[in-house]
């Protein structure tokens, strides 16, 4: 069974800076796409970020240039870099892992089975 552990979230001001890692154990991930999610306070789960097999990313319009998606396969890991955080990017963070091997890095409308418990990233105005 996958299991997936985010940490790194907190409470910053606008601007400053976040990495998010997310280690997963109980199967290897290298050949499956990988990725982040965030729900705010009374709004639906929405993709932010993925990251394919072969380290190729894709990000959602709202975050493209600020944050950045990254794999180390060698430590079954993800990690989210978020730079300039502003207010609207307030949310709790779901690492999530596809579980159909070699698909490409868009994991929006895809069934995801494998979801970590989630950490918290607040931004202060």
């Known amino acids: 069974q996958v299991q997936l552990v985010e940490s790194g979230g907190g409470l910053v001001q606008t601007g400053d800076s976040l990495r998010l890692s997310c280690a997963a154990s109980?199967?290897?991930?290298?050949?499956?796409?990988m990725g982040w999610f965030r729900q705010a306070p009374g709004k639906e789960r929405e993709f932010v970020a993925g990251?394919?097999?072969?380290?190729?990313?894709y990000y959602t319009d709202s975050v493209k240039g600020r944050f950045t998606i990254s794999r180390d396969n060698a430590k079954n890991t993800v990690y989210l870099q978020m730079n300039s955080l502003k207010p609207e990017d307030t949310a709790v963070y779901y690492c999530?892992?596809?579980?159909?091997?070699?698909?490409?890095?868009?994991?929006?409308?895809?069934?995801?089975?494998?979801w970590g418990q989630g950490t918290q990233v607040s931004v202060s105005s």
């Open positions: 999530a892992a596809d579980s159909v091997r070699f698909r490409d890095a868009t994991m929006m409308g895809r069934t995801i089975n494998y």
């Open positions: 109980g199967r290897t991930l290298s050949t499956y796409t």
């Open positions: 990251i394919n097999w072969s380290g190729t990313p």
